[in-house]
């Protein structure tokens, strides 16, 4: 998820951008709008206050009006406590943000607030709004014209009040953008959830498995795209089955006619005296057709290990120490192996595993035959069991070159050795252990020595 190149990361960075970005916008128009509404609703009260103020500034100046000086109206001081006008409680008494000055049309200052300023304001003596660098204010021309009152608000006070508006609607987007990420997220995530069963679906499929991938629940933007990608693997395993029949067939009709080429061969050298001059070219026609002989069954081998030959029939575990005896028998009975093979059948009895005896026999077959062919000759080929179903086969020799371990067990990849081979032994082990779910490790130099190799079998176990 957290990755760049991921689906789920683009969509829930596009989407929480996009969001924010249109939040962002309607929180702005929504503060234009909302500054032209209160610009309105503090001229408002300008206006009401001066008309309201009129009458008791009359009585006021009756009673306390002065021909020498202006009249000062004492205000409250702030945070005094004065009794509710309905008696329902205390009300603490804050700044008082409206001043006021009353003139006459003369200009002069006849009464102010004990807030407002000593100078009269800058604005003219008329009827309506005028705004200098501090104030927004309103004459009203009352008393028969003969008197203006002008009622003032500070700027800085309406900035103020914008400024903490905004902020009481901004801060709950800023707390709340974290949350609509994680919501996108989850949301973007539960959205995916079917590609993402598709990608697992083809993760845990093995190299030979090309049955068509589950739809039932894909979205459509990713339905054709499954539908392609199923008649793909259908033409895939079509030329794949195309091609391992033509590999079994060939290699299996080419066993008769070499091994009938072989015993004419054999029969010629018994009959060719030791003098003969084509003697030698019959001895390098026998090598060359027994060399075709064990490459043809390492094709028809490899054919079956494809064909996806490997878990027992039954799907339970098969004892399997009865067929690894018969496989060290038989491999004892060839020169290469004669004498050879060490192996402690103590164990035997306990190898079991979820495989066909047919696919552990070939495994086994190729994993001694290749001891045999790359150990030296003085050194034994040394089988151990290790439990129920981990088999090493070792053997003395050349450490192998670290970079070619890793590719032992690509098909006719060999070795730096001078030991005759086609190199497809460890393919087809490693192909038959993942049809099974079971795993070949490679070693060189072996555990413990500081020459040869090893290759461990770890079976599966139902």
């Known amino acids: 998820m957290f990755s760049t190149k991921s689906l789920q990361f683009a969509l829930t960075k596009r989407l929480t951008v996009m969001i924010s970005l249109f939040w962002i916008a309607g929180s702005l128009l929504a503060d234009f709008t909302m500054y032209h509404e209160m610009q309105e609703v503090f001229d408002s009260s300008l206006v009401k206050s001066a008309y309201r103020y009129a009458p008791l500034i009359d009585d006021y100046l009756i009673h306390n009006g002065s021909d020498s000086q202006t009249v000062v109206v004492k205000s409250p001081e702030p945070g005094e406590i004065r009794t509710g006008d309905r008696g329902e409680g205390e009300d603490e008494i804050g700044t008082d943000y409206l001043m006021y000055q009353v003139r006459d049309v ?30 927004r204010i309103y004459s009203a021309v009352v008393h028969d014209g003969t008197r203006v009152i002008q009622v003032a608000e500070s700027l800085n006070h309406r900035h103020e009040a914008l400024i903490a508006s905004v902020s009481a609607q901004f801060l709950p987007i800023i707390l709340l953008i974290p949350a609509v990420i994680i919501g996108i997220i989850f949301a973007v995530r539960q959205g995916l959830q079917p590609v993402r069963r598709v990608r697992d679906d083809i993760e845990a499929r093995s190299e030979g498995n090309l049955s068509p991938i589950e739809q039932d629940d894909a979205p459509d933007e990713i339905h054709t795209m499954i539908t392609a990608v199923n008649r793909l693997m259908e033409k895939l395993d079509a030329a794949l089955r195309a091609e391992r029949t033509f590999t079994a067939h060939s290699a299996h009709e080419l066993r008769t006619p070499i091994a009938a080429a072989l015993a004419q061969t054999q029969r010629l ?63 004892e009975r060839v020169s290469d192996g004669a004498g050879r093979i060490e192996w402690d059948g103590k164990n035997a009895a306990e190898l079991n595993a979820n495989i066909d005896v047919d696919a552990f026999a070939i495994c086994m077959r190729n994993l001694i035959e290749n001891a045999l062919k790359h150990g030296k000759d003085d050194s034994p080929v040394v089988i151990e069991i290790k439990g129920s179903n981990v088999i090493r086969v070792s053997n003395g020799g050349d450490v192998v070159d670290p970079r070619d371990m890793t590719e032992l067990t690509a098909r006719f990849k060999r070795a730096q050795t001078k030991a005759r081979g086609a190199g497809l032994g460890l393919s087809i082990v490693e192909t038959i252990m993942q049809n099974t779910g079971g795993k070949l490790t490679l070693s060189s130099p072996r555990p413990d020595h500081a020459d040869g190799f090893m290759a461990e079998l770890w079976l599966h176990q139902s």
Do not use: C, M, W, Y
Not at 115 to 124: L, R
């Open 106 to 135: 003369s200009g002069r200052l006849l009464l102010r607030s004990a807030n407002a300023e000593q100078e009269p304001f800058s604005a003219p003596l008329l009827e309506g709004f005028h705004t200098d660098d501090d104030f």
């Open 269 to 331: 050298l018994l009959e060719l005296p030791a003098d003969h001059p084509g003697l030698k070219r019959a001895q390098q026609t026998e090598e060359s057709l027994k060399r075709l002989s064990r490459l043809s069954e390492k094709l028809l081998q490899l054919a079956r290990a494809e064909a996806g030959v490997g878990t027992s029939p039954t799907g339970k575990n098969q004892k399997l120490g009865t067929t690894l005896g018969l496989v060290i028998d038989d491999l």
